[in-house]
């Protein structure tokens, strides 16, 4: 039984607010990659830099040749760097670096990655991100991990961010159901909307220093979902904290994991997610949440329907960039690296050994998703488009998050 007045009035706003109908989804396993799989499972990007960054993407072949992508033959993480040997002249694009895009495509679903060292060092750029295959941002953008210029002395943390058309927004500050804060309200274009984590080991030194870490995005944007979610464990969080589905090693990954909707039952707490008898695992509350609203509806003066704004097919990127429209534009905010010499671009070029550790090492990449086609929520693996150039796509960081409206088991 609902005990007070306000809390029959909480549970009326969140019925009124979130979408009618949510059920639970059950997603399976579509593609685990990891070591070398990557040469399978990604293409590498050989074109300009869409966000005008300080670097030349390479192809496979010359990234391979560079010793710029390749397999840790101890760890057998797969790693991915910027060129860290050679001074670039000015009239080049800039310096050598990767970028590589999933074959595949995802809808709704969840993306999980675990990466045990970050890149870092004044002007770099790298982000974790998924974006439409249509003009941009047609179809959305969804950053994950995201931050620019994070070297071995400063503290920063994970941006997670959604670019959308115009219509969609999230809550300002801070708000129950995510422990990070808004950044930016408004999703559309750029800036976007975004989300920063409370913790400074989710992204640069600080999260190198902790080991890496594991993060997962779970996009629920149909007719019915609650949302875009991004969880964060530090690679120090006890093994029985974190889920399987995500903690697994390559080849060991439950196959199938359930997101349920949050509970408005009577004598319902509304604060924690929905229970099942066995197997179940609270995931907890997500570092980032972009809620999904009713239409016409609002969560905490903000709207989006979602499923107005990722109707799309999405490409899952990674990068290394330097510089450009974002790590280029704050140059001058970050003192440590302004005084090393007056402009990001003569920084990159000049200070070769400056990016010995501007490096990726990812131990996996998860994308669980729905085999059916048909129904709401559906998750649909296909082969992505290798469009030359998706227009002006840009990263400037927000994240996902649910706990309040989704709980999540794995068997």
């Given amino acids: 039984m609902i005990k007070s007045g306000l809390a029959l009035a909480t549970a009326l706003t969140l019925a009124a607010t979130f979408p009618q109908g949510a059920q639970a989804r059950n997603w399976t396993l579509q593609q685990e990659t990891a070591g070398n799989s990557f040469y399978d499972d990604y293409w590498w990007w050989p074109y300009g830099d869409p966000t005008h960054g300080t ?25 991915m760097r910027m060129d860290s040997d050679n001074f670039v002249s000015p009239s ?5 670096s990767v970028r590589i895009h999933s074959k595949e495509t995802m809808r709704d679903g969840l993306l999980i990655i675990k990466i045990s060292h970050m890149p870092i060092g004044c002007g770099t750029w790298p982000a974790v991100w998924t974006a439409t295959t249509q003009t941009w941002p047609i179809g959305g953008e969804i950053d994950i991990i995201e931050g620019v210029s994070a070297t071995s002395t400063s503290s920063t ?33 750029q800036p976007g909307c975004s989300q920063r984590f409370s913790q400074d080991n989710t992204f640069g030194a600080g999260f190198n220093k902790a080991g890496g870490g594991y993060f997962a995005m779970l996009r629920d944007t149909a007719s019915g979902g609650n949302g875009i979610s991004v969880y964060f464990w530090p690679d120090s969080t006890p093994k029985s904290q974190i889920p399987s589905a995500v903690r697994a090693p390559p080849g060991a990954a439950p196959r199938r994991v359930i997101t349920s909707p949050y509970d408005l039952a009577p004598g319902g707490d509304n604060n924690t997610v929905n229970k099942l008898p066995d197997k179940t695992y609270d995931w907890g509350i997500p570092a980032a949440f972009f809620p999904n609203t009713a239409p016409g509806a609002t969560f905490e003066g903000a709207q989006c329907e979602m499923d107005r704004y990722y109707d799309a097919d999405h490409t ?44 990726f090492e990812i ?46 088991w794995a068997f």
């Fill in 55 to 79: 670097v030349s993407y390479q192809s496979e072949a010359n990234a391979i040749a560079q010793n710029l992508s390749y397999v840790d033959k101890t760890t057998g993480r797969f790693v």
């Fill in 92 to 96: 080049s694009e800039g310096r050598a």
């Fill in 157 to 189: 943390s994970n941006l997670a961010s959604l670019h959308t058309t115009d219509g969609c927004g999230i809550p300002e500050g801070r708000y129950q159901n995510s422990t990070g804060y808004s950044y930016q309200q408004n999703c559309a274009y």
């Fill in 316 to 359: 899952i990127i990674i990068n290394l960039s330097a510089c450009g429209d974002w790590a280029g534009q704050v140059w001058s905010q970050s003192p440590g690296c302004a005084a090393l010499a007056p402009t990001c671009d003569e920084y990159v070029r000049n200070n070769p050994h400056a990016f010995e550790d501007a490096r």
């Fill in 363 to 408: 131990d996996y990449i998860r994308v669980y998703g729905s085999q059916n086609s048909q129904g709401a929520g559906s998750v649909i693996l296909g082969k992505g488009r290798r469009s030359r150039r998706p227009g002006p796509v840009t990263l400037v960081g927000s994240v996902l998050a649910v706990s309040l409206l989704a709980g999540l």
